[in-house]
């Protein structure tokens, strides 16, 4: 009984079977073996031609067994039993009491099945060609989703930025479809949107944590890049892509507040860029080497490419990772300044994982700067909390130094679900009140 089950790979289609009258001089050498690969499982010499009939063994048990209007007193197709046999399976035969009929019935009509799948194979075969023509069978897509709600209290300014009291709500989305043609490349396209405020003017909960990218609900492609291998090293080139794509860093902070994120590196191991070719190389032993090399994306008519009026990035990264350590350097020049920035992390055993990083700006004029972070990550309970301190933001030689504190706890539902409250303190100049906030992620992966 579970042969013929395992040879029924559609049972809704061949169930349709019952609706055709399919003789057996339609099938030849040639279907057999342009719609399946199972044709090994029958002979054509084993194949039955002739038609069932009123008073054999056959028909009479069909008709006993399944109460089919088929079997009026009219003849029948050995194929079309066959469909009627493969109904009465699906509906669970091998329950019923006469199983050994069944089992007989089975080994009779076992080549019409077999043929059967044949040509169910063949309906799928089309059916996937068709749709690898329509979609590539090597793209992948993966995406998130996020919502933010959040309110702070501070000051009514800070600089040139309104700090909004303002509870608010914010959303974000992305998918990010991933095709390789050669098996070792990838073709990345990364598309977004979101609803979130222009940081450049207001401080609230979404543009202190950098929720969202501002895209003004506008559906938008945010990168295109490729990657693909030359020797040992792994090359990536494209559009809004940052010069340390290929950089590895060390840093397992997952920060809230935006100024702490990378660890404070972010002009030096995690340098941003436009268009990008970013090198890396893996030694296999812990080491690693990374080069990167942005430039403007040409769209000024006056300043272009890799020009003295354009704005450029060189950037060379060297890390090692241990099993439960890793430390991370990496050197970037931006045109208008140079930078030095490392971190690193470690994870004790039975202790939080720490991570940290410090980053040395020097201008082509004016004064050198400075900026770190470091940060605590460990489980709790159900979920992982998350508390990190570190510098506003760059903190130019002889200026004030603001700091900024975060905590929040991640609880994830599930490996798609997870819901993160936080809540925040950001130093503002003397003589004006800190910003604090609280507020509330839900994310979705899918």
Not at 3 to 9: E, G, V, Y
Not at 303 to 309: D, L, Q
Not at 396 to 424: C, H, I, R, V
């Amino acid at each position: 009984m579970k042969l013929f089950q395992k040879l029924i790979a559609a049972p809704a289609i061949i169930s349709l079977a019952s609706g055709f009258a399919v003789n057996a001089a339609e099938i030849n050498s040639t279907d057999l073996s342009s719609y399946s690969n199972s044709n090994k499982l029958v002979s054509l010499g084993d194949f039955k031609s002739d038609t069932l009939l009123p008073g054999d063994w056959a028909y009479d048990s069909l008709k006993d067994l399944t109460n089919s209007p088929r079997f009026n007193g009219n003849s029948v197709t050995r194929l079309e039993a066959a469909a009627e046999l493969n109904n009465l399976l699906i509906a669970g035969g091998e329950g019923l009491m006469n199983g050994a009929q069944i089992d007989r019935l089975s080994d009779e009509l076992g080549s019409e099945l077999a043929i059967m799948k044949g040509r169910v194979d063949g309906l799928e075969a089309r059916v996937n060609g068709i749709e690898a023509g329509s979609f590539t069978d090597t793209t992948t897509m993966k995406g998130k989703a996020k919502f933010q709600i959040g309110g702070v209290s501070g000051p009514a300014s800070v600089g040139s930025k309104t700090v909004s009291e303002a509870v608010t709500g914010y959303y974000f989305w992305e998918i990010d479809l991933n095709t390789s043609f050669t098996g070792e490349d990838n073709l990345n396209v990364e598309i977004e949107t979101g609803n979130a405020a222009d940081k450049k003017k207001i401080l609230n909960a979404a543009t202190i944590t950098d929720f969202t990218k501002k895209s003004g609900d506008e559906l938008k492609v945010s990168d295109l890049n490729y990657t693909f291998p030359v020797g040992d090293w792994k090359v990536t080139v494209g559009d809004s892509l940052d010069a340390s794509k290929q950089f590895t860093g060390a840093c397992d902070y997952g920060n809230t507040v935006d100024a702490l994120s990378d660890c404070g590196t972010g002009n030096s191991i995690a340098v941003g860029g436009d268009q990008t070719i970013s090198a890396g190389y893996d030694l296999d032993n812990g080491f690693s080497f990374g080069v990167g090399i942005s430039a403007d994306d040409g769209e000024d008519s006056t300043k272009g490419m890799f020009t003295a009026a354009g704005e450029d990035i060189y950037a060379v990264n060297v890390a090692y990772s241990g099993d439960n350590y890793g430390v991370a350097l990496a050197y970037a020049d931006v045109d208008v300044a140079t930078y030095w920035g490392i971190n690193a992390s470690y994870s004790p055993d039975g202790f939080p994982t720490i991570s940290g990083g410090y980053e040395f700006g020097s201008p082509d004029s004016g004064k050198d700067t400075t900026q770190f972070a470091v940060g605590l990550s460990s489980d709790l309970g159900p979920g992982e909390i998350t508390i990190g301190m570190g510098t506003n933001g760059a903190i130019t030689d002889g200026e004030e130094e603001l700091y900024a504190y975060d905590l929040s706890y991640t609880y994830k539902f599930n490996d798609g679900m997870s819901f993160t409250p936080f809540a925040f303190i950001v130093e503002s100049p003397t003589g004006t009140d800190d910003i604090t906030g609280v507020g509330a992620e839900l994310g979705f992966k899918f």
